[in-house]
């Protein structure tokens, strides 16, 4: 299973074999379950997470307690609090597993040291990263003037995949609706 975070790296640029190895070694498979977290905001984030299986969310709690979900992460996507991991810088979102999640995680201080081994590790990585940063604000923006059960259809239009595997309270804050508003926009749209 961690073979998949070559081959997806390998989709930009082939790595030889010992660099492969050694990447593989830097990182460490772990498993989180529904509602654990990665991250807690409040403090700087120094892990990088290249989700294997499930779904990762980043998510933030308002001002009046509530936990509003700013993106989902799937299989193949690297995650982290980019702002916070890159300059660090205090972090406001957390990271948590909004399903059952596989992940391979690498600590700031392990990915430069490889960086320094492999300096075309890092240019990867940056293009991947801000290519799947792009793609989540192009969806987002999708969203925007669009009234709740148009949002939610377009959800399901571009992120079904996700629409199945996380609680729907998860999408309801994903989509800035209560759960009861999305309850009833689903029984309509039945």
Known sequence: MPQRL??????TKAIPPDDQETILNAFRLRDFREGDVLFKGGGVCQEMFFVLNGVLRIMVTNEK??????????????????NSFNNHVTAHESICAACHTQVLSITKADLFS?????????????????????????IRN????????????????RQSDIATRVPL?????YLGITPQSLSRIRKNLR
């Open 6 to 11: 070559i081959a997806f790296l390998q989709l």
């Open 65 to 82: 307690g509530n936990e509003v979900t700013h993106y989902f992460l799937k299989e193949n996507q690297f995650c982290t609090i980019l």
């Open 114 to 138: 490889l960086y320094v081994r492999m300096p075309y590790l890092k240019a990867m990585i940056e293009t991947i990263t801000n290519q799947t940063l792009l793609e989540k604000i192009q």
């Open 142 to 157: 999708a969203y925007l003037g669009q009234d709740s059960a148009a949002r939610y259809q377009q959800f399901l239009i």
């Open 169 to 173: 309270s998860d999408v309801a804050s």
